[in-house]
């Protein structure tokens, strides 16, 4: 049993600020659009109303916004036959796989993570799929699993 380190504050930093870039485009899109109004049409729209218009965006990004505390809760563990991977907290979900199922491996790395060296490898298999999120090093994460897998084979 070996247990994997990921990356938990500067994903939170990074997903932190995607949320908050998002609701700053938001207010631009307010600050615009009360000023094209304003400008182009003569009137001066009440202030509730262009609240209104962007309060259901604004709502939708908050709502993605656990995932700021996301990485917190990732626990990934390699077994000798097996990967283990419980992240959340409600939910709570446990995913699971044999190195032999492994059909295909994918690395996604955000721009933070391409810089401070950490991605999120996703394992496929004919029943589904396993997310490690946010894994150091996740080239060696990779060849670890192949090398278990022809072990398992």
Not at 34 to 47: D, P, R, S
Not at 62 to 80: G, K, N, Q
Request: hydrophobic residues 45%.
């Amino acid at each position: 049993m070996r247990k994997l380190k990921t990356s938990h504050k500067l994903r939170a930093l990074e997903a932190s600020i995607e949320t908050i870039s998002k609701l700053l485009a938001i207010y631009l899109v307010y600050l615009v659009f009360n000023w094209l109004v304003g400008t182009l049409l003569g009137k001066n729209l009440a202030e509730d109303t262009l609240l209104s218009l962007l309060l259901l965006p604004a709502l939708y990004v908050l709502r993605d916004a656990d995932h700021i505390v996301d990485p917190f809760t990732v626990r990934v563990t390699l077994f000798s036959d097996k990967i283990s991977v419980i992240r959340g907290v409600s939910p709570r979900v446990n995913d699971t796989l044999e190195y032999q199922s492994v059909e295909n491996i994918e690395i996604i790395t955000p721009i933070l993570g391409w810089l401070c060296g950490y991605a999120t490898v996703r394992l496929y298999s004919p029943g589904g799929s396993v997310e490690i999120p946010y894994v150091y090093r996740a080239e060696k994460v990779v060849r670890i699993v192949e090398k278990l897998k022809k072990k398992n084979i």
